[in-house]
């Protein structure tokens, strides 16, 4: 049936997105999108629809007579960092880090950059980042009347932005397994984690985020209904309106041991990070002495393991150590302590994994929905008319990161966003003349796009956790979030109109950074610090109080 009428190749794409953005269903989106597409390939055959819907599963379980570790060392990883999560914050580990904290930092500039700091050294997932970064720096910002408000903006520009441009994270590992199967159609020659950082260096939107959290942090730049909510913290020492609502536990309310230990978060970390750096070295190096080209005898260089390294197996080894480390700080603080039974131990560890099973869910029909849409042809179809109309390539570069947005912020969540349209990218851009060159590039701004789009959306998971953490009520956190989150789309658009002008990614990064500059430089100018609007003695009075 596609064969003669092609543009229903487009059908399963459309239903998919066209459902997310009406229900803000997700899962159902992608299972609608899952099984159009495998009824079209089997020509409405509902025996062959069924198999093909089941072959599309299985494999990423089962191939080839063998588990796909591949796939599944991505969920277990996902999952036990959830676990992770809940053991640390039960151990009191979080808790005993604030404390240590708060006689070390003396300022509010400093306080504010606890909160970043944290935000971007706590990369492994976004969801723990909300987690761990609120309860550590709100004690910390709190004393130092930093406006709730503030610090949730910190915690979601530094989870995220910073998640998506690390291979060695749960976004990574994930993105990876979903862009892995389209770069090996191109005709790039490079590994999985080589295009991954290929792609994070064209995420515009990431960078610039990141970028101007430190902007808004070093020149107070406090801007929009931010300013009454830091102006409020700074004169009156409210942190917050009480007559909101504001988030209590999130998920579960898990018991916390005290005292604990700073040790009991930083050390699984620690060793969570190491695992997985050691092992994409150790698979990277192994696998470059045993590859066919190899010489027997010489030397193995860094492009060498970088390209023969196995970042799945690698995320493995570092949740290994990092979920050993968790349960040994958590059995050591609370043997002792009656209201930690075995049960409040396995409450716990259901309780982080699942914080996960909603990205596991994501995950495996955004991997069926890849499958069976390059199975349907989708991307020859829309490459076919993007040759015929004439359309430079590279324009679908800014197309896209504004499509990805509007998608996010529509449904609420930047994996079902990319988890559609990276293989729709992958497919056009693979089957147009010259779209190899720029399939890293579209990468890139898709998952930009999917960032920026969560980020502005009061229905996402990481804008409800992030305002949890800070204990700040969501819709205060989306209205004073959103002209900083708007400000970086701005800049990040402008990024992706010049590399599409130029073809060149380095330039448009360098018009993300005078983007950046021009915005520090035009808040300066016409804005005044907060914290020069009282005496200096009052301030430090306020401080101290």
Not at 254 to 279: N, Q, T, Y
Request: aromatic content about 8%.
């Amino acid at each position: 049936m596609t064969e003669d009428l092609p543009i229903l190749t487009l059908l399963p794409p459309i239903i998919a997105i066209g459902l997310v953005i009406a229900t803000k269903k997700v899962l159902l989106s992608l299972g609608a999108g899952v099984l159009a597409s495998a009824l079209l390939v089997a020509n409405f055959n509902p025996l062959e629809t069924l198999r093909l819907v089941w072959t599309n599963f299985s494999v990423i379980f089962w191939e080839e007579g063998a588990v796909n570790t591949y796939y599944v060392y991505i969920l277990l990883f996902t999952l036990a960092l959830g676990v992770i999560a809940s053991l640390i914050l039960m151990s009191g580990g979080s808790q005993a880090f604030s404390d240590w904290a708060i006689q070390r930092i003396r300022t509010r500039r400093g306080a504010q950059a606890l909160g970043a700091g944290l935000g971007i050294a706590i990369f492994i997932d976004d969801y723990f980042n909300a987690l761990a970064v609120g309860q550590v720096a709100r004690p910390v910002t709190d004393r130092h009347h930093v406006a709730r408000a503030k610090l949730a903006y910190l915690i979601d520009s530094t989870s995220a932005p910073v998640a998506v441009l690390v291979p060695f994270s749960s976004w990574g590992a994930s993105i990876i397994g979903i862009m892995a199967p389209l770069v090996a159609a191109s005709t790039l020659s490079v590994s999985d984690v080589g295009a991954f950082l290929g792609a994070a260096g064209m995420n515009y939107y990431a960078i610039a985020a990141v970028l101007l959290v430190w902007v808004v942090v070093v020149l107070g730049l406090d801007f929009g209904p931010m300013r009454g909510q830091e102006r409020r913290a700074i004169m009156e020492g409210e942190t917050y309106d009480d007559s909101e609502e504001i988030p209590g536990e999130i998920a579960e309310d898990l018991p916390v041991h005290s005292p604990g230990a700073k040790r009991a978060l930083v050390i699984p970390f620690l060793l969570l990070v190491a695992g997985v750096l050691g092992g994409i070295v150790w698979t990277g190096y192994r696998g470059a002495v045993t590859a066919e080209d190899h010489v027997a005898g010489s030397g193995v260089g860094v492009l060498d393991v970088m390209a023969s390294t196995d970042v799945t197996q690698a995320l493995i080894y570092g949740a290994v150590l990092g979920l050993a480390s968790a349960f040994y700080y958590y059995v050591r603080y609370t043997s002792s302590n009656p209201r930690f039974s075995t049960s409040t131990l396995g409450r716990g560890v259901w309780s982080g994994l699942q914080s996960m099973l909603p990205a596991v869910y994501i995950l495996l029909l955004a991997w069926m929905l890849g499958g069976l849409i390059g199975q349907l042809g989708t991307g020859e179809y829309l490459g076919g008319l993007v040759e015929s109309a004439n359309m430079a390539p590279q324009w679908l570069v800014p197309v896209m990161f504004v499509l990805a947005g509007a998608m996010a912020f529509s449904t609420g969540t930047s994996w079902g966003s990319f988890g559609i349209l990276l293989p729709i990218a992958g497919d056009i851009m693979v089957n147009v003349s010259g779209g190899d060159e720029l399939l890293l590039a579209a990468f890139g701004a898709v998952l930009a796009g999917a960032v920026w789009g969560d980020h502005c959306s009061p229905i996402s998971d990481t804008t409800i956790l992030s305002s949890t953490g800070a204990s700040c009520n969501v819709i205060t956190h989306v209205m004073t979030q959103l002209p900083y989150a708007i400000s970086g789309a701005v800049i990040a658009l402008i990024g992706y109109v010049v590399f599409a002008a130029t073809g060149s990614g380095w330039l448009g990064f360098v018009a993300v950074l005078v983007g950046l500059v021009g915005v520090a430089v035009l808040g300066k100018t016409v804005l005044q610090r907060l914290e020069d609007e009282i005496p200096e003695e009052e301030q430090a009075k306020r401080s101290l109080s």
